[in-house]
């Protein structure tokens, strides 16, 4: 069995994103017809139904434990006082939107945290980090391209992207499609199963299409559907690509990129809240769906 | 007018906590009859009902705001595309559970965040508070018993209170109850009303006794019932004065030693989730109550 949830489906900001007025999240303020909420990206996955690893750690990580039955502690007696299903947390960068819930799961829990060796000095030049006692969270570095068991039964494999250094560590000179250790994939399976989860991209290799077809279900970057969509939207001058994700449409937007190729499920995540994909009627959504793909929500479920 | 909201009651953690069996967080994991849930200590204050202040900025502050139809941005027809009433945050010391939510309040939103020296060096050796951009955020070092205005109309001055170190700065001796700038209470005024928040304090001193006499409502240091709780409760080694907190019960706790005092309402708030007094029917509660003391809960209230 390969079993996911999808605890958040939203990029940084989630959906409401707390002070935006663009038109998603001000349905919500609003209060007519609000779209449905999305908390920050983040799955959890399994292959024996009772040891959980978190990929990514978003700022809402509290809640969306709470939210999920499966991530409870379970029961004191057998379990102890204190008891988390959750065994390890996997990063794919080093963005705050993917880190900051690590700040919540301190409270003296063991767990094995994975990440390149990039993305974990991100974490070693913040000392609040040591909120995690090295004790009890181990910190491993692990290799692009060389497969660990993440939990029992569950292989991971991480694989560099085109990506770029977290916003809160950028320089005067931003490489936005850097391919190295700051941003990866991530290649999932258990039994003959595979899944991949790849919340940023910002250009897809002609390598990194081909490694994909392999794959029984692919999570991919949706932040944007239009690479201008922060400017349409009245609230940024950024590209997508300039935040070092490609946008779903254009001549190398992912619609196109992914348009034949063999892989189970396709399904986009890390959605910004001012993708118009949000809106179940929008012409985008439509676009998006014709061309084979899902869009994410808090609460997806997929058992392989 | 002096209003305020509390957004969280509970302290670091919160009601329930995502890896706690005891008691009071088992009651939302078996899922009969659970207690209300409380969020990370935070409060919101006003004195035009526009312009809001946050003390302290909790790890759970994006729930928090949604909730709150006062603090959602305004009609972007008057406001623009981004926007948020919040016009400033507060730091009464560097917890985790006070400072975390910071990480939130990024995307581009101009506030003045107020602190201390000591708790400003605490963000400035941590480069993921970078996040928050210097051009829109403006650092501003508070000193003890020094009034400012905080938003329109409503003053705050921080003032000493014996406290320690955030946790992940612990290095082998620890104080747990100095006075210095590392732990502060607020003084909050508007018109002439007066409201104290102090959500840590390791020992009431004869000073600070006298100087609360002055207040309309006191919110104070909630966190543990019995000094040797987390003992009791099976879930830690740590006393309350360990973790700089005072106990509510004993000789040298805080209801014998605010047995007498002249305030108009005495408010426990930071109330970690082994404390008794969550539960309404606990000889504890009771005891709490006949003292003249209420317990903080999220939704609370309170227009002077």
């Not at 139904?49 to 990929?55: I, P």
């Not at 000095?121 to 969270?137: H, K, Q, T, W």
């Not at 063999?262 to 986009?268: F, L, M, N, Q």
């Not at 959504?285 to 997929?302: L, N, P, T, V, Y």
Request: include cysteine; charged fraction near 25%; charge should be negative.
């Amino acid at each position: 069995m390969l079993r996911i949830l999808v605890l958040g489906a939203a990029a940084g900001g989630g959906l409401p994103q707390w002070n935006c007025n663009a038109i998603n999240s001000a349905s919500f303020w609003r209060g007519d017809q609000p779209l449905q909420a999305a908390t920050q990206c983040s799955i959890a996955v399994t292959a024996d139904g009772s040891s959980w690893a978190l990929v990514n750690a978003s700022p809402d990580i509290r809640a969306q434990i709470i939210a999920r039955r499966e991530l409870h502690p379970r029961a004191p007696e057998e379990y102890g006082l204190r008891d988390s299903p959750v065994r390890s947390v996997l990063l794919t960068n080093g963005d705050i939107d993917h880190i900051a819930g690590l700040l919540t799961l301190r409270e003296r829990h063991a767990f094995d945290l994975f990440a390149t060796a990039e993305i974990h000095r991100v974490l070693s030049g913040n000392p609040i980090f040591n909120a995690l006692d090295p004790e009890l969270v181990k910190r491993r570095e692990t290799a692009p391209n060389a497969p660990f068991e993440i939990v029992p039964d569950l292989q991971a494999e991480l694989f560099p992207v085109p990506g770029k250094v977290p916003l809160f560590l950028e320089g005067d000179a931003v490489v936005t499609d850097l391919i190295g250790e700051q941003t990866v994939g991530v290649r999932l399976s258990a039994a003959d199963r595979t899944v991949f989860f790849i919340p940023g991209c910002a250009r897809l290799t002609a390598e990194l299409r081909d490694k994909l077809q392999q794959g029984d279900v692919l999570f991919f970057d949706g932040t944007v559907f239009h690479d201008d969509e922060m400017q349409r939207e009245g609230v940024g001058q950024k590209t997508g690509r300039r935040m070092g994700h490609m946008p779903m449409s254009g001549d190398d937007g992912s619609l196109q990129a992914f348009r034949d190729i063999d892989i189970g499920r396709k399904i986009y995540i890390h959605i910004n809240n001012t993708n118009p994909v949000w809106r179940p009627h929008s012409p985008e959504r439509q676009e998006a769906e014709a061309a084979g793909w899902e869009i994410a929500f808090d609460g997806m479920e997929i058992t392989l």
